[in-house]
């Protein structure tokens, strides 16, 4: 991601992250782990380890020359070991004898990922908790607040703006399971040498690999994964569903949002969502930023799953299609995140016009209560045919549907003229929003004590 | 998926629970459980409930009609609920009045795709639990039978096929549990009604929706998920990280087959991959069909996500888009299972010629084996630097590396004649292999009594 | 695609010509029209031809069968020649020895597909053209009717409903454009026997190439192009971009449509658009249709992409990965032409509506009008400042936008009360839109004639 | 793209033309151009030129401070050109007030983009051109080197390694051309003002925008684009076509370059392709790369077409979801042209080991010779079917099929010992290759004087 979009689209933490000089300290840090390991299995010489662990440092490495290297290599790693391996020479020409010692180039890449995203996701999971938070916020506040319930983009029947924030929130707390439990899964340790036998570690290998894996504070597979990418791509796939659903709330958001709906909007900022030319507007950028993620998410979680047939032990195009597919969704899913949780603390509700919204329609929208009352009586063909033409006759004549209602004998015969005015009532057709509500604010305590 | 690729691509019985008839009698069992349970509640008279029933027979309607009907109703639901209405009308006006009742078109239409789901998904379990077992037996028959590692497609250092078998277990088994897992998430009733709020049942709503999700044993959310799809994409992730696993070993296989390499291939069959003019040729069938659902079901998964962001109380255009993509998906994904369960369980493996291709660089596979030895002795730098130089005359002059090195007296200074062709042979260099191996399959066992 | 949803999200006449019967069919007519070049060639008897020719008719096939031993063969060409032979056997032994002659499985398969794109997109461009013609209208007739312009959902400065009509028909036509000339490119003619090279066909490969071309009136590319899939991806391409554009305006008529903007809607008809349980709704299902299918379409595009590396002169899951996804990605786009030349053709357009839109700000919309106005006197950001300090003060106070600015002396010190009011009006403030209308109706007149 | 990793995947001229300062600078042109076309145009003082002007170097700015009002703001046009009127101001506080004039956000950020493309894309046709110019030069050279075709990744016959080449040329030409009519096609100046009328301009719109596409060199398209973005789309079909080229051609080399196959292979190079620990290995480095584009270019392209339905005057999600995804397309197509270039510039061909892998099946591979040798006498099934019994036996005895032909009487009916001998040289049976390749050669020199 190019850094003029880091901050509108990223996250300021999760992007230091997945800085090149993070990148190659998460690198170094497994060099150092690594002579480490094998110091203590006796591999290689303990003098080795303080002399390895003190040029792990990030900040002794040129960039750009290791990024011209590895050009000409065709990866980070090579370069990187190279000059990892030429500094400790310098100081120790002994252990520059067993830098990177019995490892490939895949398992310092790997390896770095992973501990990369343990520091990248929970970010991600902490801009979710926020965001759940802010929903249920508003849950509470408007579980009895009405306003039109919308498919199609058309009105349809009322719900509140408590059950629409449930929804939210609902799907929000099922996001943050799922990344914890993919990220989970996904720390497992990278160690398995150039063909992941481990054989230049002669009988010493999964030892080195466990007390690597301790010192590392990651998982020891069964297996060294090289060529079986399913951990990553499942924690891509999380991602990708947790980004759907932050652009499903952006969506609605954006669309409260409308001049003509007004319901709902971000909460103003100096400079914020302001245009260059039009000085009244309030432009949902953060909902923009969600919905942006939520276009290109789909795109990356389909590439790195195009990454997955890897050839043998190695994959030939499949690895390196990774390298920048996996940071930037963990970057944009943050960003997201992080957009979505801004904008539901800050969102300004306005239920006066949520329920002025339901008035447009002067009563259609309480068609189905109406129908629903009379189905009982006359069945339910029978009163949706009568309802829809009083309805095609409300239209017509721009009347309020009570009044067209109250002409019709089909429909007063059922239904008395108070009784038809109480069914009329946004608040009486709420049905079970209520409990529902309930229901997902109870759940969502439940948690608390898990994601506090 | 077109009836012509159904066998080729799918899988029978994944197939026979998507088509159009099974799809509709899904959706009519949604129906006639809706009444019993709205008739336990005592919303709709008792004695709706059979004729209803009676009613609910997929072979009693007619596909074409429904299909010309929905093209204009914009979904299915519609016009099924109007000839399953008519049809009860037939015999019981009385009940006529109650099909359907208080349900909305997305209710039947994603609670039939949930019973759908919970019939196919098994299949692909259990195709996988078959891949998995088959790769088992290669990983325990094969332990110890070496053959190439292959990274970047060159052959790297000796691996064993049984360490390549037991990575396709491992992922295989990996990805039985995800699937189960999603699987599982994704089993809940779909009831909410127009909106979501249930308030066409009036207060029985809830009540209304547990009996329902018992009847059809689904589980009862605590809301309504119309717009939240977030459940069905996780199990679109699932099913595309399956799919990627296949890929990979179908790439594996496909590339053990080349007439160059003629290591493993496909179980012979009469009439399968021939060639229409080469008859000598044993084409990788079962592989292709994996590899293609690899290529096609990242493009299915993204589908699915970029459809997640769907507007307030019902998607306009995302909800439409998942209709024909989650099945096509379950059925891809059956088919790669299905195929490469068969491909696993009847691939021929020839050791010999895995031997054999060890000795194709004539030694230099063990270039890395000779390296590590005089690492110990000279560091790792000078030893790479002394074996390449080695590695490269040999190449040059068309040589064993054996006898190049044997010239060489910074290399025979540390290796003597013997050491030197014990560390040659490919049996010398497994490392870990057999442990890995081993690990895998006690997993393996032990996961057993879980999947059998 | 499932039988119940090709009328909905597909084109009758498209869907008939990728239907399992008219995919054989095209087969049998290049197998037919091979056997008469070879026959001019003189490398098979002019015997023959008559009798493939008579058992060249897929209603003599039973799909069935083909489909079991294509799952068999892995593809559908084995069986289907296999099928073919045995009836020209059946009639004409020596004629049998014949069939197929020199030709391989993607020969057949590779140029059916191109037979039947070439009867398809044709469909499209109808459609295509219908859309764009019905938007011409709009343009017309609606040049001078103003409409709020929206962007980011926000009420922006006035455009013109001609305006957005002309933008419609301009990317329309563009698309016609490009799918026309992608299509073109892709007709042409695959005959290179089992390697590409004809050599089955001895001296007579490129003649026979040539007269084969020339019967089915397919261009003869220089070379067999089995993996080489670049002209079909090219259309492909084509495709999803005019399925963008749909989309586009599908995106715009749906959320015109909605019941608090209500500007424009799909004609209504009987049955169609209806909710079942809200009489009152009109949903925009040909909208819908057309946004399904841009969700839908990258992801087949993408699919197409991904299978472009093919493997040597045959792909291995590549090539079969294609079978069904061109073929969906035409249907798709051939359903989403249809359903927007549809809704364009019908649009039902509420000038009424739009101008009322316009004052919901209360004057708001007018601010850049205000602003440039001032900007010359005061300069821009002087400007963009005072008028956005009496943005927030009406929309603080609830009062028109005129109101607050007439009190303000910065404001009226360059505008006089009549000055503010002409240019608070919509009317005046509509910059090139009509000069901009009229240039792209002038092109599409010119295109006229072409596309007739 | 990580700085990391733009050398590996990307090209050094594109990624300086898309390095966030060249972005900024992009934009600055449009602002100078545009003050000097409305100057021109009596809009805006003539003063006001030179002072934009001079502030219009991208070195001015701070970027980071840019990034960050852009995360604030929802894109980078806001806080540059609040930067460029401070500064302007700084030194003349009068044109200050005319910096942006009109214009907005989508104005500069497109149109700075379109004019990056046409810096950027051809640097793609050049790569593509060094490739074409490869491939004629392998193709010319190798016209008559024989070597296994191969489908499905088994030997099939016998073709000729400049038919490969001459398939790569007649693809890459395509590319070409396709990618050169798309960019000519969108470079086309954004000029529109906050909703596409120009109001802001008054009557002088049209006229300013003819000025400044004259002085940007960029077609004046009938209507602003703003959110109809086919243009673009296109293009990156176009791209992501070429990609998938690149490709299908890195595939084969890579399956080339094989330990097993060894027919060619990436020039070697000091550091270039060699492993960490396994000196001999000369890993495809540069296949690698233009894979890895072939597989993330799908997903951008995808993204590219999803985000095409953007909401009425200006897209919410889908026009922020292009910034990152045309550049980082662009760049990873330069990278692919680039290093498929240099692979094909330096591919080392081994003719010796082609024709060597032609006799490892002993005569298999020339079966379909012998069989249409055959069919001509006893039909093609018939054939077909004695000489896969002979290879069958052939392939269970591991005896040459030539001996096994001799001994079968069906067959030395009716070819004798040296027919036989004759028709199993691959020579012999190579078909049309030849005058294919001469065709493919003889367009590449037709089209030399356009691309030289």
Known sequence: MSDLHRGLFGEAEVAARFSDR?????????????????????????????AVRAAARAEHYD?????????HAGNVAIPLVRHLT?????????????????????????????????????????????AAEAAAGHAERHADTPMAGRTWLQQATPVTFGLKAAGWLDAVARAQDRVEAALAEALVLQLGGASGTLA?????????????????????????????????AHLAGALGVAVGTLGKIARDVSLLAQTEVGEAH?????????????????NPVGAAVALAAAIRAPGLVGTFLSAMPQEHERGLG????????????VLLTAGAARAMADVLEGLVVDPARMRANLDLTQGLVMAE??????AVRMGKEGAHR????????ALATHRPLADVLAEDPTITRHLSPSDLAARLTPESYLGAAGELVRQVLARHRGRGSKHA
């Not at 499949?318 to 969704?329: I, K, M």
Request: net charge negative; glycine share 6%; aromatic share 4%.
């Open 266 to 282: 971000e909460a103003p900022a100096e400079g914020r969502g302001g245009s260059s030319t039009m000085p009244h507007k309030r």
């Open 22 to 50: 993070a990148r190659l300290q998460a690198m170094l840090d497994f060099e150092a782990a690594l002579a480490e390991a094998e110091a203590e299995a006796g591999v290689v010489p303990y003098s080795c380890v303080a």
């Open 318 to 329: 499949g690895w390196p299609a990774e390298w920048e597919t996996l940071p930037e969704l």
């Open 369 to 374: 209560a109406i129908s629903m009352a009379l």
């Open 200 to 232: 230049a570690l002669g009988t010493h290998g999964p030892e080195i690999a466990r007390t690597l894996g301790s010192r590392l504070d990651l998982a020891v597979p069964d297996l060294p994964w090289h060529a079986h990418r399913d951990r990553l």
């Open 386 to 393: 009568a309802v829809e033409a009083a309805s095609q006759r």
């Open 86 to 130: 030429a500094r400790v020479a310098a100081t120790d020409p002994e252990a520059a004898r067993y830098v990177h010692w019995g490892a490939t180039s895949q398992d310092v890449l790997d390896t770095a990922l992973v501990l990369q995203l343990r520091g990248a996701v929970p970010e991600i999971l902490r801009h979710l908790a926020r």
């Open 63 to 71: 960039l750009d020359a290791i990024a011209t290297e590895a050009a």
